[in-house]
């Protein structure tokens, strides 16, 4: 039975946007505490995630981008020892402070150094607890909560680095990851499948996409059990005829019934079926492969009981 890695920094915590706003480090508390409390923490081999390398962030990132995030962190430092703001704003809900870029290099990493393991035969799969989040960063745009597209620089990187031929992307957020099919769609060696509400920020996902694209949009209050009938209809079959040497999964828990951030119907219950679906292509296709990056989730509770559900499936517990 093959281990799960548990990819983590300190640094991730220290990313913050403000007062009271929703992606706080709180989140990656919540999921800790439950793990250690379960004892599902145990279970798990603990890594530090590294930062990534700005070459392996270009993979997937314009350099100007890269350089534009870079520069308004230094200048942000700068004026903060003459006494100016903590922050400085990207958009109306999303804000670095001096450790963002810092943070984003360590949430990147994490992938990456999960990628390596699981191709060394390491670990079978592991689970990037991990923020910033990365799914709605483009190529050349931070949005929406994200600064570097952490699956998707993984994706790259297993493509470039570890020259795998089918790699497959799973995003389950309650948001389409728009970013992550900005960088990848039309690369015939990627297959994302995605569910997501609609319409609902980032308004995106349904236009037209690209034939690597499984692109599911649901309404609102769309339950769980109709959630699984999608995925085994559409999901699976494209999965299996596509046949991935490595998944990953970008692990968004803002569609459970309890997250007020969206409003759609899933419970942790439905997170473990998925999750195990998932589980089973990679047995079959992927040598068990899987490195699940967290995006959304901003209620305590149920954000934390989700991470249990799904990290439980990938640990076997």
């Not at 943070?103 to 990147?108: C, D, F, I, P, Q």
Request: hydrophobic share 40%; aromatic share 8%; with cysteine.
């Amino acid at each position: 039975m093959g281990k799960t890695g548990y990819f983590t920094h300190r640094e991730c915590w220290r990313h913050e946007m403000g007062p009271g706003h929703p992606e706080c480090p709180a989140r990656l508390d919540a999921i800790e505490d439950r793990l250690l409390v379960t004892g599902v923490a145990d279970a798990l081999e603990r890594h530090e995630a590294p930062q990534a390398s700005l070459a392996d962030i270009e993979l997937a990132h314009d350099r100007m981008h890269v350089a534009a995030l870079q520069g308004l962190t230094q200048r942000l430092v700068e004026e903060q020892q003459a006494g100016g703001p903590e922050y400085s704003q990207i958009d109306t809900d999303t804000s670095i402070n001096s450790h963002t870029f810092s943070a984003a290099l360590h949430a990147a990493g994490a992938a990456l150094a999960a990628t390596d393991a699981v191709m060394a035969g390491e670990l079978e799969n592991a689970f990037c607890a991990v923020r910033p989040p990365g799914h709605h960063a483009t190529r050349h745009q931070a949005m929406g909560f994200c600064f570097f597209n952490n699956v998707a620089v993984g994706v790259k990187y297993a493509l470039s680095r570890h020259h795998l031929k089918r790699v497959a992307v799973i995003d389950f957020d309650v948001h389409h990851g728009n970013g992550t099919e900005d960088i990848l769609s039309g690369d015939d060696r990627v297959l994302m499948c995605g569910i997501f509400q609609h319409p609902f920020y980032p308004f995106s996902g349904d236009q037209h996409p690209a034939a690597n694209m499984v692109n599911v949009p649901v309404a609102a209050y769309t339950k769980g059990m109709d959630i699984r009938e999608i995925v085994e209809m559409m999901w699976i079959p494209r999965l299996e005829a596509f046949k991935p040497e490595l998944i990953f999964i970008s692990a968004g828990f803002d569609a459970h019934r309890e997250d007020d951030m969206g409003q759609l119907g899933m419970t942790e219950q439905d997170f473990t079926w998925i999750t195990s679906r998932i589980k089973d292509i990679a047995r079959r296709f992927s040598k068990g492969r899987i490195v699940s990056c967290l995006e959304g989730g901003y209620v305590m509770g149920p954000l934390a009981r989700s991470v249990e559900a799904h990290v439980r499936v990938l640990a076997d517990l």
